[in-house]
Nanobody, 124 residues
Framework: VHPVESGGGLVQAGGSLSLSCTAS????????VGWFRQAPGKEREYVAA???????YYVDSVKGRFTISRDYTENTVSLQMNNLKPEDTAVYYC???????????????????YGQGTQVTVSS
């Protein structure tokens, strides 16, 4: 599975953006999907994930502001980002698990296929 992201951009602090991830090559249907981000000079951070059964994970810094969801019909996974902060500025990557199934697995180590990334910039 090759993830393809879309939806990044520039927004003022307090604003919202929605990122979308589609699968090139096959369906996301029974694959866990995650979102990572990397800011300049920082390590990649595991932000959110959703299992193929709908179980979710969020890093503490985005809880209550970001929502990850999946549309099985459209074969997409979305990340709705509200109340954005300047510290959310980063390149955001969608990642697909290297395994099928794994409804209870939210470990970041499972993700082996990453998209090209989409830039999110939040101005203060």
């Amino acid at each position: 599975v090759h993830p393809v992201e879309s939806g990044g951009g520039l927004v003022q602090a307090g604003g919202s953006l929605s990122l979308s991830c589609t699968a090139s090559g096959r369906s996301f249907r029974n694959i866990n999907v995650g979102w990572f981000r990397q800011a300049p000079g920082k390590e990649r951070e595991y932000v959110a994930a959703i299992t193929w059964t709908g179980r979710t994970y969020y890093v503490d810094s985005v809880k209550g502001r970001f929502t990850i969801s999946r549309d099985y019909t459209e074969n997409t996974v979305s990340l709705q980002m509200n109340n954005l902060k300047p510290e959310d500025t980063a390149v955001y990557y969608c990642a697909a698990s290297s395994y099928t199934g794994g409804s209870g697995n939210l470990s970041p180590s499972q993700f082996g296929s990453y998209g090209q990334g989409t830039q999110v910039t939040v101005s203060s």
